[in-house]
């Protein structure tokens, strides 16, 4: 009884005791605030994770919601790198008829000591949303390769391409109230439409017609041995077979002078040349007038800027191939088209909240440089230089520059990246069956997204 009284009188190790039992709760609280702490990094990962999503979604320039969704599935997915315990969950997806694009994710967390006080977890859940940046007006210029090489399905695949770029503003811009393009085909030329002919800032002589009595002094052949001979001919820069005629053992007879009437017709069809350096690279002095070329073969006219969408895409149909290649012009008009100053006058000044932008898509290196004011040089590099610097002398007005190589040499594609704004803004492929994809990655671009919620 003694011994038993000591123990129960001994107070000793009662507070020890009391110590051990109270810092139960105080480690299950201390368990559960760090639960919820990382049940909120987890929920601020999933926060980004599904930001990145719907931007992406929003830029894409594709407007199928099978294809969105599955794009921004694995965007999404994609940019978790912790363990979540349990698979995050996408519990919605919608996008609107004005083009919001919404993600709702949840996910349950896995308590650790609090799980002895809750076993269920922690439920996070996010929103995000984001829309095309349709409250951004723009204003783009096409510059497109129409040369000898882009014949045939290159040209169909361009046509293709240009439509798609219309296709994403039109869906994005329903009330045409955002967005206005033009178009400028090029090859050798390029041509500013015959309903310019009497501007100020042009200079066309009269069409007119010579006739004169034409006369020829030539030894007439008698005989000779010709045969036809499998070849190779180019036309700007592409060879192709061909066959030649090839004659030998050539008799001559006397000398004889021949004369007929002969009628030439000397007739412009809206092509211009070149303004003599170095305003063949600058928007700048209209008072200087471009010269029309007579006789002389280019593309279809110039469609300055518009959103009347029937009408631009009338104008990329009626796009043909010919000629050979000088960018520089194309870059030029594209500028002028543009501008808000003579030739054209449709473009926002520069106090204006707009954005603009080119796009300069072409098959080939330059194979014609200027001549002034006609292109028929054969100096490859001062082309190339003349196109570098029309567009930096546009980028250097707030113009944003994206180029398309198809089908070029590494040398090529560097030379035409340089006209670029910045890398990412310029574009290298094999085949123009690519070309659609590519305007909508541009058209992504220039429609840039933004979060709504």
Known sequence: MKALKALCGDDSGGFAIAMAIGAVPLLIACGVGLDYSTAFMKRSEMQNAADSAVLLAASSGVYDKVKLEEMATNVFYANLTTDFGTRPVITKFEVSEDRHITLIANANIPLTLGKIIWSKGIDIGVLSQAVSGSEDKVEIAMVLDTTYSMSGQKLTDLKSAANSLLDVFEKADADKSMARFSIVPFSRYVNVGMSNRSKSWLDVPD???????????????????????????????????????????????????????????????????????????????????????????????????????????????????????????????????????????????????????????????????????????????????????????????????????????????????????????????????????????????????????
Not at 313 to 323: D, G, L, P, Q, Y
Request: charge should be neutral.
């Open 207 to 453: 069409d007119y017609t010579k006739t004169y009595e034409k006369c020829t002094t030539s030894k007439p052949i008698i005989s000779q041995d010709c045969k036809k001979v499998a070849s190779t001919c180019s036309n700007d820069g592409v060879s192709y077979s061909c066959t030649k005629n090839v004659c030998t053992n050539q008799v001559y007879g006397p000398e004889e002078k021949t004369c007929k009437q002969q009628t030439d017709t000397y007739k412009w069809t809206g092509c211009v040349g070149s303004r003599n350096s170095p305003l063949d690279v600058k928007d700048s002095d209209p008072a200087k007038r471009y010269t029309g070329l007579l006789n002389t073969s280019c593309g279809s006219p110039i469609t300055t800027l518009s959103n009347d969408y029937k009408a631009l895409r009338a104008a990329i149909k009626a796009m043909t191939a010919n000629n050979e290649t000088y960018v520089a012009p194309g870059v030029l008009w594209g500028w002028n088209t543009l501008s808000a100053s003579e030739p054209f006058t449709h473009g926002a000044n520069a106090t204006d909240d707009v954005k603009k932008f080119m796009i300069v898509m072409t098959d080939g290196a330059n194979t014609k440089s200027p001549s002034y004011p006609k292109h028929d040089g054969s100096d490859a590099a001062k082309a190339d230089t003349q196109m570098n610097a029309v567009c930096d002398n546009a980028e250097s007005s707030k113009i944003t520059i994206f180029t398309i190589g198809v089908g070029i040499d590494s040398k090529a594609a560097a030379t035409l990246a340089k006209c670029a704004t910045s890398p990412d803004k310029a574009f290298t492929v094999e085949d123009s069956a690519k070309l659609v994809d590519v305007f909508k990655d541009i058209a992504g671009q220039i429609l840039t997204p933004r979060l709504t919620m």
